[in-house]
């Protein structure tokens, strides 16, 4: 189901997510978000964009340009962050028409809960590395747009 998208300066999007109780409830949200983000041409969605203060995002690299390859991240924690960092120029579904450049680690480690309940660990690079720290600044209350003039 498409939700409505939240766009700045809605306030929910500068609050602080939640863990999320892995379960029917937390499933049908993050398929809603993949539904939303697709619908809004995004390939990546967190839940706070839709209005829902859970730590959960959505990720699919490839869509735009082949295969689908959806992602579901529940409670995604950050284990490190490449010390090499590179200028990214991203456009958020939440700030329509503005593309903002703020600095990214060209990797990251990322810890999270998969939908069937196990946890994965992953080295994330290049497109998946930037989203998932655009998309984890989602569930701090951080949007490109306050990360740039910090
Ligand atoms: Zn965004």
């Known amino acids: 189901m498409i939700r409505p998208l939240r766009l700045w300066p809605d306030p929910v999007l500068a609050q602080v997510c939640a863990p999320v109780a892995v379960d029917a409830g937390a499933l049908s949200l993050a398929a809603d978000m993949l539904d939303t983000m697709y619908a809004a041409k995004g390939r990546g969605l967190a839940a706070p964009q839709v209005g829902e203060l859970h730590r959960i995002f959505v990720m699919d690299a490839t869509w735009k340009t082949g295969t689908p390859t ?22 958020c579904l939440s700030i329509p028409g503005q593309e903002v450049t703020v600095p990214r680690s060209t990797a990251v480690i990322l810890r999270w809960t998969t939908p069937e309940g196990a946890i994965a660990a992953q080295r994330l690079t290049g497109f998946r590395a930037i989203c998932a720290q655009h998309e984890i600044d989602h569930l701090d209350g951080i949007v490109t747009l306050t990360r740039a003039l910090k």
């Open 70 to 91: 959806p992602e579901i991240f529940l409670n995604p924690e950050v284990l490190w962050l490449s010390p090499e960092v590179q200028p990214s120029t991203e456009g």
